[in-house]
């Protein structure tokens, strides 16, 4: 545990660091990119203008995100989650609010959410090609009680092709370190929604 620990810590702040790298990088040409606009602007070139700053939004969208939860390896756990979502193509939308000190070892935490985040990218990885491929995680503290909701797309039809013989190891790991705490689970399928 404690050297998934510092290996995910280490991966965290190597990403800290590319993060660091980009952002410095489109710092060093904002000043450019709002000079080419404002020309663009003054010669009434709108349409381009309207044009380079959609092209300008992209990229800034694809830059690398960190995750900054307050705890690191959280942190890191939903950084590289976020990093492994967009290799796949996959929309991944992140909300985390915190109130206080977090009460769950590190090694349950990361077993709750790495078997539900492999679990939900699994099901839009089997989606029909053209399918919205969408997960989110809402992660939210109250009165010392911690919630995880794990949403994603997926086809009812596939299921049978999850994790073949290996079906539900991952949600009865989840069960077991989420009892751990004296909590409980709650699965729905709504139409093409897992929650």
């Known amino acids: 545990a ?25 710092w060093h040409d904002m000043k450019k990119h709002i000079r080419l606009m404002k020309a663009l602007v003054a010669e009434n070139a709108l349409s381009e203008s ?18 900054r939860s307050g705890y690191p390896v959280l942190s890191a756990l939903l ?15 992140i909300d985390v609010r915190l109130e206080g000190a977090l009460k769950i070892q590190d090694v349950d935490l990361c077993i709750i959410l790495d078997n539900l985040f492999d679990n939900a990218l699994e099901a839009c990885m089997l989606l029909p090609a053209k399918s919205e491929l969408m997960m989110k995680v809402d992660i939210m503290q109250k009165n010392h009680a911690l919630s995880i909701c794990f949403m994603n797309t997926y086809d009812s039809s596939t299921r049978k092709k999850w994790h073949p013989g290996k079906h ?7 069960r077991q370190a989420v009892h751990k705490y004296g ?9 093409d929604i897992f929650n």
């Open 50 to 67: 309207d044009q380079y700053i959609k092209d300008l939004e992209i990229e800034m969208d694809n830059s690398l995100k960190i995750i």
């Open 2 to 26: 404690a050297e998934y620990k510092l290996a995910l810590e280490k991966q965290y702040h190597q990403r800290l660091n590319e993060h660091q790298q980009e952002t410095d990088a489109l």
């Open 168 to 174: 539900g190891l991952g949600l009865r790991n989840v």
């Open 79 to 93: 950084t590289e989650q976020k990093r492994r979502a967009k290799q796949a193509n996959v929309s991944y939308d």
């Open 183 to 191: 909590g409980t689970c709650h699965i729905k399928e709504e139409r």
